[in-house]
Structure formats: C-alpha cells, structure tokens
C-alpha cells in the first residue's frame, strides 16, 4: 500500500465546474496535509494546507479534511483553463513530507 | 521575499561522472530539504536538513550521494558517479520552524538532470 494515493487521472473538467482532487494517506498519526499545484516543467507551488478536520476554503480553493477516513481532499470551484496542471497531495508523518504522484487535471474551455 | 534558488537549471552529463547541485533557502529559514522528482512521479525526499545537522537522510543512496549545509545557510548535493536512474529534477525546499513544526515547505525552480 502507498503511503499516499490519489485518484488516477487525467481528470477532464469544463470550465466554471466544479474539480474534486482526492487523495488517501495510511500514517494514522499524519497531523498536516498540503496540496500544491505543479505545472509542466515547473516546480510545486503551495495552494492550500489544513490540519484539522473540516473544511477549509481560500478562494475557489476547498481542502476537506476527515482524519477518520484518512482522506483528504481539493474542490476547484469555477474551473479555469489556468488551472490545468497537476496537483500533487502532501502529508506529513513525523518530519517526513511523503507526496502522492497526483493528479493531473484539465480545464477545457 | 526572495524565494529558493537553485542551480543549475539544466545538467547533461554521462553516466559515471560526477555533477552537483547547489540551494539557497528563503532567508530565515532554518530547515532545508532536497527531493528528486522522477518524471510522472510526486517528489521524494532525499535528505533533511535544520540548520546545518543532518534530520533525515534514511532515502539518500549514500554509496552514490552526498549533501551538506556546513554553514547553515546554503546547501549543496552531489552526485557521484551518476548512473542512468539518476535522471530526474532535484528539487530544493525550505521551511521556517523546525522539521517537526510541519509549516508549508517552498520550494525552488530545480535542477532538471538528464544522463546520457
């Protein structure tokens, strides 16, 4: 089992719907969870992090958290053709940042 | 702010030789972090640094790879001698805190590896 997994894609969304990113973790002790967005042949860039359970909301951006299920998740509102990237889920187990191999999503004007 | 530097940008040696990658955290940034990104892949963390001592390093292959932050500022890694697998981006990271504060890591534009 990986330590981090996210749901396989290409994921295909029209623009203005709603993208929903999910990803699952096995370290019950996980206590922080990222999620960054990374463009081709670009670096991660940091969009979102959330330690609690819940919801947590920054603009178009949602993070859900549910410590419970071990699963942790990213909603785009309004979806635009400049979200279209991969977007990588991160969580942490002690000092360690373990990443998933994302998800690589595109907005289709 | 100033964000990670890194350098090179882009590196093409031969298989067996030697090459090294240098970072530059965000100022006041205490904790340091080297991943390789292999295409297709999430990053994987290589070796962790606070300050200039050593936190993680238990996924560097040290019979081939080596890393230092002597002064607690910038760091270097290094590669010697590269085999074909070694093709990758190695990425820098810096975070304020220490490692286990677990505040959001930034990181810099890497160094894109390819051995021929």
């Known amino acids: 089992q990986k330590e981090v997994e996210q749901n396989s894609g290409p994921l295909s969304v029209p623009e203005g719907a709603i993208a929903s990113l999910n990803c699952t973790y096995s370290?019950?002790?996980?206590?922080?969870f990222f999620w960054y967005r990374q463009y081709s042949g670009k670096s991660p860039e940091l969009i979102m992090f959330?330690?609690?359970?819940g919801d947590k909301e920054d603009g178009r951006f949602t993070a859900q958290l549910n410590k419970a299920s071990q699963y942790v998740s990213l909603l785009i509102r309004d979806s635009q053709p400049s979200d279209s990237a991969t977007y990588l889920c991160?969580?942490?187990?002690?000092?360690?940042?373990?990443f998933g191999e994302g998800t690589q999503l595109t907005v289709n004007p | 702010e100033a964000g990670v530097a890194q350098s090179p940008r882009y590196k093409i040696i031969e298989k067996r030789q030697s090459v090294a990658f240098w970072c530059n955290p965000i100022?006041?940034?205490?904790?340091l972090y080297w991943y390789q990104q292999i295409l297709g892949q999430g990053p994987k963390l290589l070796i962790q640094?606070?300050?200039?001592?050593?936190?993680?390093d238990s996924q560097l292959p040290k019979d081939r790879f080596s890393a230092e932050r002597l002064k607690g500022v910038d760091s270097t890694l290094k590669i010697q001698p590269a085999k074909l697998e070694d093709s990758a981006v190695y990425l820098c990271?810096?975070?304020?805190?220490?490692?286990?504060?677990?505040?959001?890591?930034?990181f810099g534009d890497g160094t894109r590896l390819s051995i021929l």
């Open positions: 990271a810096s975070s304020s805190g220490t490692p286990y504060s677990n505040q959001p890591q930034h």
């Open positions: 370290d019950r002790g996980s206590q922080s």
């Open positions: 959330i330690y609690s359970n």
């Open positions: 991160a969580v942490t187990s002690g000092s360690r940042l373990t």
């Open positions: 100022s006041g940034h205490a904790t």
């Open positions: 640094f606070q300050n200039n001592g050593v936190v993680d």
